[in-house]
């Protein structure tokens, strides 16, 4: 397989990695706390696996529907793009939280962070960040971003449900 070179210089989609690190990572120590450090590691890190997994699933052979960063194969700066899903994973649910959402409304919750995450990413195509091969486009990742919400606010529930401690 090619190495495919899709630029060469530090410039957008770099600092769109950047931007979005800062800018939802600063609001963290902003905010008041609502989350305890294994609750905090545990939305990070699981921004950064979700990432990792599915980023590499369909980026690699045999799928290899899109490429990131500034070339096919993986450089340093990539290594970045992913820490900017660790911030994302602890607003959804500190939101969530927050929210102390209803059944139904968990539904429209999960919803409008997928239409968040499309965003996002549709900024990171026009910033040079994602580049689509083989026919992906922005509409394939609504699936995506459904499942991926979905079960990370199913695992949350698992692990930190306020009556998982309770005696019976």
Wanted: aromatic share 24%; net charge negative.
């Amino acid at each position: 397989m090619d190495n495919i070179i899709y630029d060469n210089h530090f410039n957008g989609n770099e600092w769109f990695v950047i931007g979005v690190i800062v800018l939802s990572l600063v609001p963290i120590w902003l905010f008041p706390r609502r989350f305890s450090p294994a609750q905090i590691t545990f939305n990070m890190l699981i921004g950064i696996a979700f990432g990792l997994v599915f980023d590499h699933t369909i980026e690699i052979p045999p799928f290899d529907l899109y490429d990131l960063g500034d070339q096919s194969k993986f450089e340093l700066f990539d290594l970045f793009s992913y820490i900017m899903y660790a911030p994302n994973g602890y607003w959804f649910i500190y939101w969530y939280e927050r929210a102390r959402m209803f059944e139904i409304m968990t539904i429209v919750y999960i919803f409008f962070w997928t239409g968040m995450a499309i965003g996002l990413e549709w900024l990171g195509v026009k910033t040079g960040e994602f580049h689509y091969k083989n026919g992906y486009n922005l509409f394939y990742s609504c699936p995506i971003y459904l499942f991926l919400m979905s079960i990370h606010l199913f695992l949350y529930r698992m692990a930190f449900a306020s009556n998982r401690r309770q005696r019976n």
